[in-house]
């Protein structure tokens, strides 16, 4: 297999984009939730509270990880809090900040930086707070979320492979459009690259960097100038995808020889995929309400001292002939 490897330009906020993949909060913010479920200091009693730091809360997946998360929470009696962070890293470590200050029992987080918010996990644990990773791990962690992400990456080259191999085709070349901006983009996109060895090896790939939309459109435009062969792309995210879809309409190329493939299930890709009259021909999508209810579950585990405190994901690869696709699609109904 041949690599052609560039760096492309990227947009800090592009984060916000890649995080569909995966995402959730609950219904009530810090300042507006009314039950005191903290134990009193030094009774033994369990603090019945979950913080869900998610930065990016304006995603489409949101609401429906949310719900479940709600319904588990009530279920077992426990109050679920969120935080605002509008995709700012600042905001979240102050928000963690002030959760931690509360008092709360367990606080699941999808980290804009690991790195930085290793400080934040050490300040939780010291006031005895649980620590819960949400879509990769810390060091020091109490328990994490699992969201497949280089499984996923690998899971699109395997259904670009499956779409050549019904084709009858064995070579070509492939645009991979990846991210690392953030350690989920970077694994999806590791698993990109290895899948693609394994499932399509007879390829030439070229790599570049986009994330969003309008990257995904004009970064495959550049590359469609330079090699008007590039008739594939797997993108880091679903919304990238529909930015090469833009691109590969734009230049005329055939939808019946050309393929896409993202990464979150979106649902107008779902949509999309199941019409079968787009590029885009696959994504991976997961079970939303199962994120919904792990991350509690993992958070009660943690507080209460028994039960699993790791869960994982199963991605799902999403084309127009997986059995799972209309209940992916009804997800967001």
């Not at 979106?266 to 019409?275: G, M």
Request: proline share 3%; charged share 20%.
């Amino acid at each position: 297999m041949l690599f052609n490897r560039r760096t492309g330009k990227r947009l800090a906020a592009g984060a916000v984009a890649l995080a569909a993949a995966v995402s959730l909060a609950a219904c009530t913010g810090p300042d507006s939730a009314t039950n005191d479920s903290s134990g009193t200091e030094g009774s033994g009693e369990v603090n019945r509270s979950i913080v869900f730091d998610y930065p990016y809360t304006m995603l489409p997946v949101y609401p429906i990880v949310l719900s479940a998360a709600q319904e588990e929470a009530d279920a077992q009696g426990y109050e679920l809090l969120t935080t605002e962070d509008e995709a700012s890293l600042d905001k979240q470590v102050a928000n963690l900040g002030t959760m931690i200050s509360r008092g709360v029992g367990a606080i699941v987080s999808f980290p804009i930086e690991t790195s930085a918010l290793a400080p934040t996990l050490q300040q939780a644990q010291a006031a005895g707070t649980k620590w819960i990773t949400y879509g990769g791990n810390m060091e020091g962690e109490d328990g994490s979320l699992d969201l497949a992400n280089t499984e996923s990456g690998e899971l699109t080259a395997k259904a670009l492979g499956e779409w050549l191999d019904a084709q009858g085709i064995t070579s070509g070349t492939v645009l991979v459009l990846g991210n690392d901006t953030v350690e989920l983009g970077r694994q999806r996109t590791d698993g990109m690259i290895e899948g693609l060895k394994k499932y399509a090896p007879g390829l030439t790939v070229v790599q570049e960097l986009a994330l969003g939309s309008d990257e995904g459109s004009s970064v495959t435009q550049a590359k469609l100038v330079a090699d008007p062969s590039i008739d594939y792309v797997l993108a880091v995210n679903d919304d990238t995808a529909i930015g090469a879809a833009n691109a590969f309409q734009e230049a005329g190329k055939d939808v019946a020889t050309s393929f896409i493939a993202g990464n979150d299930g979106a649902p107008n890709v779902l949509k999309d995929i199941r019409d079968g009259n787009g590029y885009v021909k696959a994504t991976i999508a997961l079970n939303l309400s199962e994120v919904g209810r792990a991350l509690v579950q993992t958070s009660i585990a943690a507080i209460e001292g028994t039960g699993s405190t790791t869960w994982s994901a199963v991605p799902v690869m999403a084309t127009k002939d997986a059995p799972e696709l209309d209940e992916l699609i009804a997800q967001f109904d």
